[in-house]
């Protein structure tokens, strides 16, 4: 955010003879300035040209004050920053990093500023498949998709001889009466709850989701387009997809049999699995005992886990070897 600055000065205790006073006649300064980095990042690797490009402006082109880059720039450095309200986009785009990441530190017209406020920001994330009346800039989901696994196919300078995709779905707490919040008993709380796809620290895919559904639901579609994508480019890579109990579901792990791809899913506790690895839970707590500190390492040592795997053979396609571990 910008500082507001006064030409008063605070004086102070002097150390070793040396003056030592406040000022305030810095002029415009931020207090992101590591935003700087991010700025390279992204001129690095075009994230936001590339993510730009997914959007179709129909604004007539002589009265366009911020384009379509500038203000996906602007959302997505402001989201990086913290500032996840776009209410906050109203001093913003006063702000001067915000200009500078923008490549626009003045505006075209006399009566604007810089980079957009929040209304303007507002009209881009209401976009609609097709260009309205009311909402001249469209985008393309499927190009938005896409874009994601790109970037992380282009990361790496020659194909990766095996890669693990990792599923997991979390809470995203709402604090109103947002359209499609539930109540989340595992979360207690109202949230969404968004199904995010990784590969290391590549985010692959983040669909938001109602918390009223399964933590696996459009798993197998995510999985699939994404497994697709990756093929196209890597066709001898092998895959392990890996996740906790919540999506170990039999229509995810029919699919994952049907197309050769490894996959390695946790195992939610009941009395038949407790029987199976008894002796195993047993040395994990003895393990635990004999421990000289009681850290979260140990109670999970203690607790034990379990989980179920496949890999392609051409043996037995339906088994499903379960794997206890401590």
């Known amino acids: 955010m910008p500082t507001e600055c006064s030409a008063d000065l605070l004086g102070f205790a002097q150390v070793e003879g040396r003056a030592v006073v406040a000022a305030f006649d810095g002029g415009a300064i931020t207090s992101d300035a590591g935003a700087l980095l991010l700025g390279a990042a992204d001129h690095a690797i075009r994230l936001t040209k590339r993510f730009a490009a997914c959007f179709h402006d129909t604004r007539r082109r002589h009265l366009i004050e911020h384009e379509v880059a500038t203000l996906v720039g602007q959302r997505v450095f402001g989201i990086a920053l913290g500032y ?13 990093m915000m200009a500078v990441l923008a490549g626009k530190l003045e505006a075209r ?5 810089p980079v957009a406020g929040k209304s303007t920001l507002n009209r881009l994330e209401l976009s609609r498949l097709e ?6 800039i469209s985008h393309n989901p499927i190009a938005i998709k896409r874009l994601m696994v790109d970037l992380f196919l282009d990361a790496h300078e020659r194909p990766a ?9 979390t809470d995203d707490p709402v604090h109103g009466e947002q359209e499609g919040r539930f109540f989340h008993g595992y979360y207690d709380c109202y949230c969404y ?6 590969c290391g620290r590549h985010l692959l895919a983040a669909k938001l989701r109602p918390a009223s559904m399964d933590a696996a639901a459009g798993a197998v579609e995510e999985v699939a387009r994404i497994v697709a994508q990756i093929r196209a480019r ?7 997809l890996r996740a906790d109990s919540g999506f170990a579901r039999e229509e995810l792990m029919a699919w994952c049999e049907a ?4 996959f390695l899913f946790g195992l939610q506790k009941n009395d038949r699995l407790i029987a199976e ?8 707590a003895a393990k635990s005992r004999r421990a000289t500190s009681r850290s979260s390492a140990g109670r999970r040592a203690a607790a034990g886990a379990a989980s179920v795997g496949w890999s392609p053979r051409p043996s037995s396609p339906r088994t499903k070897p379960i794997r206890a571990s401590s």
């Open 84 to 96: 996840e309200d776009l209410n906050d986009h109203d001093e913003l785009r006063h702000d001067p």
């Open 109 to 113: 017209r006399e009566e604007c500023a």
């Open 131 to 136: 260009p309205t009346r009311y909402h001249k």
């Open 161 to 169: 001889n095996e890669i693990i995709l990792d599923l997991d779905a």
């Open 193 to 198: 709850l968004p199904l995010y796809v990784f």
């Open 234 to 240: 890597w066709p001898h890579v092998r895959i392990l």
């Open 259 to 262: 197309n050769g791809v490894h």
């Open 277 to 284: 690895i008894a002796s195993e839970l047993a040395r994990a």
